[in-house]
């Protein structure tokens, strides 16, 4: 049945020059950039094509505002009193789920299929345009898995986190056709430093029984949580269930974190009443235990950026596209022209950078493993730093209409800031750059191979090179970790631009991003390099 269109002709005035609801998109076939970044990489791209199609349907859109509109909702008691410590999600938010998880986003890394992670990071790039809310518990339930596989657990954890079939009932994991995992480690007193934590664990034959609080626990609906306590060998990781064959385990929420955004997906706070729970890892290892787990949800942390850039970029190709003042189409004014190629390399820049990462991760080698450990806190650390600028300056190119909560731009800009806090902001990510180059030779030799890689391709780049290394020839101070983590993902992004085939965008960006021959802020670049940029048309989908 086809929809009637809006009326256009109201009683006082006609409607002109408001452009079309963009009705279906295709968020695979509209992005060259991402095709061409995982061609003959191996990965499932028809099951890629498949879910960027999804995604991009009219009803998906109308769906995330539901999602996001209708957040969820605590249930702590039943009507009589019992205690529940539940949470109630709007139809919309499964429908992401299951969709997502159908799709594979949490499992297709470990399915054993070639270029596994390199396809994830497209999924969380693609999610992110649309529903980033229902990503969090995906990206736990993925990044769980290599930490838990080798822990002596009872039942089949492992095979239920990589089920693809979405299951949210209220059942303990053997009842169930799917499984979810969160994670809760921060603490009131300690935030990122972890090591503060009070949460105690006492022995109750083979497994734990956990007490404390969490200031933070990520996708309280989860089957489980991976979080840390402190025993008498130190502070531990342990993986508790959310459900019991005996009945609830003995987590408490506390209640919802009213949060900024991603609100259809919820946070909590929540306690630990003897909880039962399962070690994993060694005792007094909790740290290198679960750190794992945040290697892999900060690739997730660096693509979920690029795909919010990438939306808030589309929203404004469409728009300036169909939207015309002073007798031109604003995508044909020179200084319109000028802004929209500066943002569009900001988000290509950071999806070269992203996926070049992931990569990585799929590499078998020390040296893939070296370049992914600094290669994600580089390209998480830009990617998020650049991402509250291009989704501002993409609702400033809809005007008020793209202030208001009709259009996806309120969402975004409310999503813009999580990532680059969660799993590690600014400082912390930055230092934790400095400490793996120093303790790590080889991932400061891969990383200046892969830079090295790039020379020849642009003088520019080769001069940017050579001034980056000479300025910290001796090191990087503390103070100075910032710039360095800049200058070096800057780099890295450019180095995949060119290496991808020097043209038009690695160009502009080198000479926009490692040169002088910009402005501060958004759009004030060279005219010449903004056309070159533009010239094989808009890359942000009309």
Not at 75 to 81: A, I
Not at 358 to 374: K, Q, S, V, Y
């Amino acid at each position: 049945m086809t929809a009637l269109e809006a009326t256009a002709e109201l009683e006082t005035h006609e409607v002109l020059n408001q452009p079309a609801p963009p009705g279906d998109r295709d968020l695979w076939q509209d992005d060259p950039a991402l095709r061409a970044a995982l061609a003959g990489s191996g990965a499932a791209q028809a099951g890629l094509a498949g879910y960027g199609a999804a995604l991009g349907r009219a009803e998906l859109r109308e769906a995330a505002r539901d999602a996001n509109r209708n957040p969820p909702e605590l249930r702590l008691f039943d009507s009589g009193g019992r205690r529940l410590d539940e949470l109630r999600f709007h139809p919309a938010y499964h429908r992401f789920l299951r969709l997502s998880t159908a799709a594979g986003y949490h499992a297709v890394a470990w399915e054993g299929g070639p270029a596994g992670h390199l396809a994830h990071a497209a999924m969380v790039y693609l999610a992110s345009q649309v529903e980033p809310g229902h990503c969090c518990p995906l990206t736990m339930t993925h990044a769980a898995v290599p930490v838990i596989s080798g822990a002596a657990l009872p039942g089949e954890w492992r095979a239920g986190l990589l089920s693809r079939q979405y299951d949210p009932s209220v059942r303990p994991m053997a009842q169930k056709a799917g499984l979810t995992l969160g994670m809760a480690m921060t603490e009131k007193q300690g935030g990122s430093d972890v090591r503060a934590n009070t949460t105690r664990a006492e022995r109750d034959g083979e497994a734990w029984r956990l007490t404390g609080h969490k200031w933070f626990c990520s996708a309280p609906m989860s089957d489980g949580f991976l979080t840390l306590a402190q025993t008498g060998g130190g502070l531990t990781c342990f993986l508790m269930p959310r459900w019991l064959e005996g009945g609830r385990n003995g987590i408490r929420i506390q209640r919802l974190k009213d949060k900024l955004g991603n609100r259809s997906n919820a946070s909590a706070e929540i306690e630990y009443h003897r909880a039962l729970a399962w070690q994993v890892g060694e005792e007094g290892c909790g740290i290198r235990t679960i750190v794992e787990m945040v290697h892999h949800t900060r690739l997730d942390t660096a693509m979920a950026p690029v795909g919010l850039m990438r939306a808030a970029l589309r929203e404004a190709g469409h728009w300036t596209a169909q939207r015309s003042a002073f007798q031109r189409r604003l995508i044909d004014q020179p200084l319109m022209r000028a802004v929209l190629a500066d943002l569009a390399l900001d988000w290509q820049g950071s999806l070269a950078l992203g996926l070049s990462v992931a990569r990585a991760f799929d590499g078998a080698d020390e040296a893939d493993r070296a370049f992914a450990r600094i290669g994600v806190a580089l390209a998480k650390y830009l990617a998020n730093k650049l991402c509250p600028l291009v989704v501002v300056e993409a609702m400033e190119v809809l005007g008020g209409t793209g202030y208001i909560e009709d259009t996806s731009l309120p969402m975004l800009y409310r999503e813009a800031p999580l990532n680059g806090i969660w799993e590690g902001a600014g400082n912390v990510i930055c230092l934790d750059a400095l400490r793996t180059l120093a303790r790590e030779p080889l991932a400061a030799e891969v990383l200046n191979a892969r830079l090295d890689a790039a020379a020849g391709l642009d003088r520019a780049y080769d001069a940017a090179l050579a001034a980056h290394r000479a300025r910290w020839s001796r090191g990087v101070a503390e103070a100075e970790a910032r710039w360095f983590a800049e200058r070096s993902a800057l780099l890295l992004a450019a180095a995949a631009l060119l290496q991808s085939g020097p043209g038009p965008v690695a160009e502009a960006f080198v000479a926009t991003r490692l040169t002088a021959e910009r402005g501060r802020l958004s759009g004030a670049i060279p005219a010449e390099l903004a056309e070159r940029v533009l010239a094989g048309g808009l890359p942000l989908g009309e």
